[in-house]
């Protein structure tokens, strides 16, 4: 089973993968595609305009990121250990700011400086 956090984005502004990395970095974490919809990725390969789901390699773990209506949804197993969900949150984190969105989790709706406040996260 897994755990997810949607992330809402305005119309039309779901970030590119390069905007993301270089939000990761200023937590950092490195992020490498290691899957595009289904499919293994190559380390320096770009998104296509219309992907679905990517699996993302972070420094604990694997990472999910799908497609929605109004954003995208990242997801991690239900078990994973503290620093996957450190690296999840880093993750969340960035997909936030670089899109100029907002993090929905079962707590509610945060802004990305709200979301690293609770976490921890400290950007540089």
Do not use: Y
């Amino acid at each position: 089973m897994g755990m997810d956090r949607t992330i809402r984005f305005p119309p039309h502004q779901s970030p590119s993968w390069s905007a993301i990395q270089a939000q990761l970095v200023r937590v950092g974490e490195r992020g490498t595609l290691r899957m595009i919809d289904g499919l293994p990725a190559f380390p320096d390969e770009d998104l296509p305009p219309a992907w679905k789901e990517i699996r993302i390699g972070l420094s604990a773990g694997m990472v999910t990121l799908r497609v929605i209506p109004d954003g995208l949804t990242s997801v991690v197993w239900g078990n994973a250990d503290a620093g996957l969900r450190s690296a999840w949150d880093k993750l969340c984190w960035a997909v936030a700011v670089a899109g100029g969105g907002v993090i929905v989790a079962p707590t509610g709706a945060q802004s990305a400086e709200e979301f690293a406040q609770s976490t921890g996260l400290i950007p540089v």
